[in-house]
Nanobody, 121 residues
Framework: QVQVVESGGGLVQPGGSLGLSCAAS????????MSWYRQAPGKERELVGY???????TYADSVKGRFTISRDNAKNMTFLQMNSLKPEDTAVYYC???????????????WGQGTEVTVSS
């Protein structure tokens, strides 16, 4: 089994910064991409961005230039640094990891439970 756990959410003022962490643990042979999604109240879940095992990143237009995704492959962790936060960034942020559990199996995505981020004065 694989567990994915996010941490670091909270309340921040507009224009402020916040960092989220995500750790994958359990039976892991390899992790390919790790991604961040968010879901605002009353809206569908949307992709924030993702990072490959080779550390290539891709971002949604709405966060490009403000958010940075990084990764520590040795620790099976990914991080989301959010700067210049806006009220519209308020959402539950989810981490997911494309994990291969052994050399003979295919990879599959595992999701965390989410961490809440509120941007408000």
């Amino acid at each position: 089994q694989v567990q994915v756990v996010e941490s670091g959410g909270g309340l921040v003022q507009p224009g402020g910064s916040l960092g989220l962490s995500c750790a994958a643990s359990g039976t892991i042979f390899n992790i390919y991409a790790m991604s961040w999604y968010r879901q605002a109240p009353g809206k569908e879940r949307e992709l924030v961005g993702y990072i490959t095992s080779g550390l290539t990143t891709t971002y949604a237009d709405s966060v490009k230039g403000r958010f940075t995704i990084s990764r520590d492959n040795a620790k099976n962790m990914t991080f989301l640094q959010m700067n210049s936060l806006k009220p519209e960034d308020t959402a539950v942020y989810y981490c997911s990891a494309d994990v291969r559990q052994d050399s003979s199996s295919y990879s599959q995505w595992y999701w965390g439970q989410g961490t809440e981020v509120t941007v408000s004065s």
